[in-house]
């Protein structure tokens, strides 16, 4: 055998890295052809929801003989990966994104990452309701002006599931719950006294307080709202934490939320619940009532008659205190196009065929109206939406829709995109519930943070 | 009773309470995954310790795939297997042959290379995320498994190659200078004494690198995407994002993904016995 000599193996070792590369054709290429969509959509709960865009976008692939390479994935790695792929300028042409409102796109707009989709919005402008507009309006600090940097999709504001045979194992009916912001809720203490004194371990309230995911945020935000907080971002940007009404707002938010939670009326698994887990514990029993992001709860439930039509009962953010309406908060999904798109061209003629009114309504009912329409036609035209037999498609369309919304605030300021990136106002109920802060300082504390993520983001 | 012999029933009540604490600690989350897998959805978060009605319909389910996010399940399933052989086999290899060289053929500032190596650890796995995503973006590779292959054999290749030399080190200089003078190759000597001399430490790191890969998410999702060349931790991380996370299939898919890691290691736990060099330079 011919002897091995250690250059002979170094040279050997470096022909035969030099040909594999060669045959894996490592070598630097196109990611992919121009004439193509790269698409990535965030996994709908139902398969049907996923299955309504596959079959649109296979519609829209032969009609405009345009190859989609479309990618459905969980809503978070969608984030995930549109940031890492923004960091290295390879991106897909088309995001549809759940939570991209508030955790990414408004700072994506304002850091000049994205496509402005003015032309695809004024196609429909008509159409969207005043908050999807809002929404979708963007400030882009390098070009220093405000424009669509985002599809509005499709919306979703807080709801209160609520199960009817726990009331009444408490002796209450439906009817009994009451109508204004802290009565409502502090209901559903009595009811927990109730049950307990049964001997039943089940909570009355299902409060999300994690800091992480939506739902906590969700949460507190509608409150803030309820209890007069809705001008903690004015429109033109400014914060405005400062003002005692907001001050209040917040303060009173906190204590409502932490103190049941301290007298034993949440479960202390609250503290760290992802979005799932008060759905989860819903269906187990373990609490009387949850507030949650869409009618999920019960439309998890539609092919239950009994829990979907009797058991289980959908009820809409309730009055202020002071008996008047209270406006929802509004979370608008987005769908963009990342600047560095190989073929904006194309993406723009997608998504302008995806927000046709007859489009957008088809794919948003196999959503089983989790998700609202963005466009009050859609609503006026399909009987499906207002279908008086359902107990809850029409409270979420009055919620979402007929009733007054507000836009998350971080349409009028990105840094509250930040905010809600860093769980602020979560962070804050832990400082209260696990550090024994009061709810002054806690909220002093979170100000103070969030008037330094403000300063980062001065037009 | 004698105080010695009181402090001994006292030592050895500590360690089986300790004990007891320790099996009790381990073994309740798997009895809890495997609870939740022979539940049905709506008992799941059920108070009860033991399942109120135990049946195999979540494993059912997975084996027939006929949940919709488990619908290619056995597809990514061996996407897995693909990438989890195939990194096993690069890392083994290339640490091997690296060790071999560096520390049998003395080569010439060999210990630099191992140090390097190892600084590689340094630097978190998670931090160099978006670069080699942005490398393989450029190579093309994104949604290829051969990029989180690539990925994993880089991040596994240093500790291979640092514990071969330390395994290494144990295997007497004598056997190579006796094959030597018998008229052996490096190459003979290399697989006809240092490789089976070194399967201990083989099967540790092949086992090692196998599961690195079978378990890794965040390049596997970064990297693959579509639902044919996913592996199956990213298909579980679909499931935790709905409104309503079906438990009982989440963790009986999981169960169903643990077995071939724990078969591989069982099948090849004898080899991982020391003491193969005793008695190696003898006669």
């Not at chain 1, 919306?155 to 204004?180: C, Y």
């Not at chain 1, 514990?281 to 008659?305: H, L, R």
């Not at chain 1, 003629?349 to 794919?363: E, S, V």
């Not at chain 2, 190579?139 to 690539?150: D, E, H, K, S």
Request: hydrophobic share 45%; proline share 6%.
């Amino acid at each position: 055998m011919k002897r091995i000599t250690r250059r002979r193996a170094l040279v050997g070792a470096s022909a035969a890295g030099a040909a594999v590369t060669a045959g894996t054709g490592l070598t630097p290429r196109r990611a992919r052809a121009a004439g193509e969509l790269t698409v990535w959509w965030t996994q709908g709960f139902y398969k049907a929801e996923n299955d309504a865009v596959i079959a649109w976008m296979a519609d829209w692939e032969k009609r405009n003989n345009t190859k989609v390479n479309l990618t459905i994935m969980n809503g978070p790695d969608v984030i995930t990966k549109l940031i890492a792929g923004m960091q290295v300028g390879d991106v897909p042409d088309v995001v549809h994104t759940v939570t991209g409102d508030r955790f990414l796109v408004p700072r994506a707009a304002w850091n000049d990452q994205l496509e402005d989709v003015s032309d695809v919005v004024e196609s429909q402008k008509a159409e969207f309701t005043e908050t999807a507009l809002i929404s979708a309006r963007l400030y882009n600090a390098k070009q220093k002006k405000y424009s669509y940097y985002g599809v509005p999709t499709k919306a979703s504001s807080l709801m209160n599931s609520v199960w009817l045979p726990l009331l009444e194992d408490a002796g209450f009916s439906a009817t009994d719950m009451p109508g204004t912001q802290d009565k409502f809720y502090d209901f559903f203490q009595t009811v927990q006294d109730k049950l307990r004194s049964k001997g039943k371990r089940i909570f009355g309230l299902g409060y999300s307080m994690a800091a992480k995911e939506a739902d906590a945020g969700n949460l507190f935000h509608q409150f803030l709202v309820s209890y007069g907080g809705v001008g903690i971002v004015m429109p033109d940007g400014k914060l405005n934490i400062d003002d005692p009404a907001v001050r209040k707002a917040a303060i009173t938010t906190l204590e409502r939320l932490t103190t049941p939670f301290k007298k034993g009326y949440v479960p202390p698994g609250a503290i760290n619940w992802g979005d799932v887990d008060n759905n989860n514990a819903f269906f187990a029993k373990q609490i009387v009532m949850t507030p949650n992001a869409t009618i999920s709860i019960a439309a998890a439930q539609m092919d239950k008659p009994d829990l979907y039509y009797k058991e289980i009962i959908t009820r809409g953010v309730p009055l202020g205190n002071d008996g008047k309406p209270v406006p929802s908060v509004l979370a608008i999904a987005p769908t963009i196009i990342p600047k560095g798109s190989k073929n904006v061209d194309a993406a723009r003629a997608l998504l302008r065929d995806f927000i046709q009114p007859a489009n957008l309504n088809a794919y948003l009912k196999e959503t089983r109206a989790r998700y609202l329409p963005v466009m009050a036609s859609i609503v006026k035209n399909d009987p499906y939406w207002t279908d008086p037999k359902d107990p809850h498609r029409q409270v979420a369309v009055d919620m979402g829709l007929t009733k007054p919304t507000v836009p998350w605030w971080m349409s009028y300021n990105p840094a509250y995109s930040a905010v809600l990136s860093e769980q602020i106002w979560p962070q804050a109920e832990a400082n209260i519930t696990q550090r024994n802060m009061t709810a002054e300082q806690a909220t002093d504390e979170a100000a103070k943070r969030i008037k330094q993520l403000f300063e980062q983001y001065q037009k | 009773m004698t105080a010695q012999r009181r402090a001994r029933v006292i030592d050895s009540i500590g360690v089986w309470l300790l004990s007891a604490v320790l099996l009790v600690w381990t073994l309740l989350p798997i009895y809890n995954i495997i609870r939740v897998s022979i539940q049905e959805k709506e008992e799941v978060l059920s108070t009860s310790v033991f399942p109120i009605a135990p049946s195999p319909h979540a494993f059912s389910v997975v084996f027939r795939q006929t949940f919709w996010l488990l619908e290619t399940f056995w597809n990514q399933m061996g996407n897995s297997f693909f990438i989890g052989i195939t990194v096993a086999f690069l890392v083994l290899a290339i640490g091997s042959l690296t060790s071999f060289t560096i520390s049998r053929m003395r080569i010439r500032s060999g210990w630099m290379l191992t140090n390097a190596a190892l600084l590689t650890y340094v630097i978190p796995m998670s931090f160099l995320a978006i670069p080699f995503y942005g490398i393989m973006g450029k190579y093309g590779l994104t949604n290829n498994p051969i990029a989180v292959i690539a990925v994993e054999v880089t991040f596994a290749t240093p500790y291979a190659i640092f514990i071969f030399q330390q395994y290494g080190a144990s295997i007497p200089f004598e056997l190579d200078e006796a094959a030597r003078i018998d008229g052996a190759s490096p190459l003979q000597v290399f697989f006809r004494i240092y490789l089976p001399l070194m399967a201990p430490a083989l099967v540790a790191i092949g086992t090692y690198a196998l599961l690195l890969s079978w378990n890794e998410y965040l390049y596997a999702f970064l990297l693959l995407s579509g639902g044919k060349v996913i592996t199956v931790p990213v298909t579980l991380g679909k499931f935790l994002v709905g409104d309503e996370a079906p438990w009982n299939y989440l963790m009986a898919a999981a169960i169903v993904y643990a077995i071939p890691p724990l078969l591989i290691y069982y099948g090849f736990r004898r080899k991982m016995h020391g003491g193969l060099t005793m008695g190696g330079v003898k006669g």
